[in-house]
């Protein structure tokens, strides 16, 4: 069964992105400032998880806080916050925009996400596989880079009701095939749309 990442706004750097039961997944915050800015991307944790999140480069499950821990002076375990800290996009107007994981590591951006063709990048995922994100003015689609036919993600835009009688909300779609790379898919796609 794929996975569903609905968001809640049109906004894709500001944004809560959902799971088909209506749980947070990841939030999505970018406040305005010129001439640069920051996203961070956290992700909820689910309560039945004991903080095992697929990583992403080395997420921290980290409070976001900075400095607490989870115990308190008495030796009893606090239970911590719900989310985890994924990753940065340092959004640059005359440098470069980096992308800074979990685990502290920065990387130039266009290292990481790689141009092949005019409208495609490629990265290199935690499982060592190269994937391929293929653009275009209505999709967005994401493939191994040596096996083009296979979908392993797919964001589906916003479609209204006036012309569409179906009503879309506006998803990222991952397919089993590429789950296990959940994180580093929704990292790279919210980079991506915004190049």
């Given at each position: 069964m794929?996975m569903?990442?609905?968001?809640t706004?049109?906004?894709?750097?500001?944004?809560?992105?959902?799971?088909?039961l209506?749980?947070?997944?990841?939030?999505?915050?970018?406040p305005?400032?010129?001439?640069?800015?920051?996203?961070?991307?956290?992700?909820?944790?689910?309560?039945?998880?004991?903080?095992?999140s697929?990583?992403?480069?080395?997420?921290?499950?980290r409070?976001?806080?900075?400095?607490?821990?989870?115990?308190?002076?008495?030796?009893?375990?606090?239970?911590?916050?719900?989310?985890?800290y994924?990753?940065?996009?340092?959004?640059?107007?005359?440098?470069?925009?980096?992308?800074?994981?979990?685990?502290g590591?920065?990387?130039?951006?266009?290292?990481?996400?790689?141009?092949n063709k005019?409208?495609?990048r490629?990265?290199?995922?935690?499982?060592?596989?190269?994937?391929?994100?293929?653009?275009?003015?209505?999709?967005?689609?994401?493939?191994?880079?040596?096996?083009?036919?296979?979908p392993?993600?797919?964001?589906?835009?916003?479609k209204?009701g006036?012309?569409?009688?179906?009503?879309?909300?506006?998803?990222?779609?991952?397919?089993?095939?590429?789950?296990?790379?959940?994180?580093?898919?929704?990292?790279?796609?919210?980079?991506?749309?915004?190049?």
């Amino acid at each position: 069964m794929s996975m569903r990442l609905y968001q809640t706004d049109r906004a894709i750097l500001n944004d809560t992105y959902y799971d088909y039961l209506g749980r947070k997944v990841y939030k999505v915050h970018t406040p305005f400032h010129f001439p640069s800015r920051t996203t961070t991307i956290t992700k909820f944790l689910s309560p039945d998880v004991n903080n095992e999140s697929p990583t992403i480069h080395g997420s921290s499950t980290r409070n976001v806080d900075e400095g607490t821990d989870n115990k308190s002076r008495d030796g009893l375990t606090v239970t911590p916050k719900p989310f985890v800290y994924l990753a940065q996009i340092n959004w640059r107007v005359r440098r470069r925009n980096t992308l800074r994981f979990g685990d502290g590591k920065e990387v130039a951006a266009v290292k990481f996400l790689r141009k092949n063709k005019c409208q495609e990048r490629a990265f290199t995922a935690s499982d060592g596989v190269e994937y391929r994100w293929v653009l275009s003015l209505n999709s967005y689609k994401l493939f191994i880079n040596t096996s083009p036919a296979t979908p392993i993600a797919k964001f589906h835009h916003w479609k209204s009701g006036v012309l569409n009688p179906n009503h879309v909300w506006a998803h990222l779609e991952i397919y089993p095939a590429g789950q296990h790379i959940t994180d580093e898919i929704f990292l790279t796609f919210i980079y991506i749309e915004q190049i």
